[in-house]
């Protein structure tokens, strides 16, 4: 029903723009290329809007040169959002969002505030490129080689190639029929995970020298600052990435990277197999998914590190009682 209510929408639309988030990642990039590039070659008159500097191993994604930053830009028809949990993910694009006639939200977060006029949030999806797929597929658009380059790219990041608990056989499914399309997985995945630069990886080192453990290892914290990202050479989406690293620490349930900024701090959860990430973001006011969620915290460092600890400590007690 959602898909015949979206198809409509694209239909009536004259002019459309599609946006991602702020701190673009793999799935979000990929979900807004994929919907621009389909809706593009179908013959609409659609936009990609960008919003941050998209990280190299994304770079390689196919038409990103099309894309435009918000600068003079009137008011859509028809905006669509991709990926975004709520209106502050869209960052300096939320007035221009808020601006068109009519708003769709397609998106996999289960903290999503529902904030289009068309709202298809499915929180079971391991990505939103995922439903994408689903969208367009199922409408019968055709599918290039481009946008099915960028849509199985995004399914790849945000189930950490296709190994999270989030996959499911759709997944699968999604990917065999891209796969139809002749795209070089083999290159998508050097360019995904096999192309970190000297000055990620120096970054990704003197991050982990400020790892300790809690909780019988159970937790595991790093922290980095825009000084040591600048002392590296990196950019400052270099730091995706090293939370990952953290969590796949035998034995670690929870993984916490903090990015201290000039003003605030960046969090970023990860679990395993029993903790909910968005427990332990819900009091910071952030969100997520079950096994990934970020928030932003005030400063200082430390209290912030001392409040992660005692609510990781809550959580475990929580699942052990349960257990
Ligand atoms: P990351 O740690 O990679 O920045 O984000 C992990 C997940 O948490 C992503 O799905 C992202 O959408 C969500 N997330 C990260 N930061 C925030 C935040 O400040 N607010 C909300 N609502 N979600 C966030
Ligand atoms: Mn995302
Ligand atoms: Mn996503």
Known sequence: MVLEQI????NSAQKIYVASHINPDGDNVGALMGTYIILKDSGKDVTAVRIDEVPDNIKFLPRLSET???????????F?????????RLGGLKD?????????????????????????VDS?????????????????????????????TGISTDTGSFKYDSVKKSTFEAAGV????????????????QSRSKAKTDLLIKTLNSLKYYHDSKLAIVHVNDELIKQCGAHKSDSDGIVEFVRDIDGVEVAILLKEKSDSIKLSVRTKEYVS??????????????????????????????DIVK??????????SDN
């Not at 068109?100 to 709202?119: L, P, Q, Y």
Request: charged residues 25%; negative net charge.
């Open 7 to 10: 198809a409509k929408e694209i």
């Open 124 to 152: 079971d999806s391991p990505a939103t490129c995922e439903m994408v797929f689903h969208l367009f597929n199922n409408l019968g658009y055709e599918i290039s080689k481009d946008a099915a380059t960028c849509i199985y």
């Open 96 to 120: 221009l969002y808020l601006s068109a006639k009519r708003r769709i939200n397609i998106d996999h977060h289960s903290t999503n505030t529902n904030f289009g006029d068309i709202n298809w």
């Open 80 to 88: 669509i959002s991709v990926d975004c949990a709520d209106l502050e």
């Open 311 to 320: 609510i990781v400590e809550g959580e475990l007690n929580g699942w052990r």
């Open 277 to 306: 990430a968005i427990n332990i973001v819900s009091s910071f006011g952030g969100g997520g998914h079950i096994r990934a969620a970020g928030a932003t915290l005030e400063l200082p460092l430390d209290k912030r590190i001392e």
């Open 178 to 193: 891209l796969i139809d399309k002749d795209i070089d997985i083999n290159q998508i995945a050097v360019n995904l995970y």
């Open 68 to 78: 435009v930053s918000d600068e003079g830009l009137e008011a859509p028809d028809l």
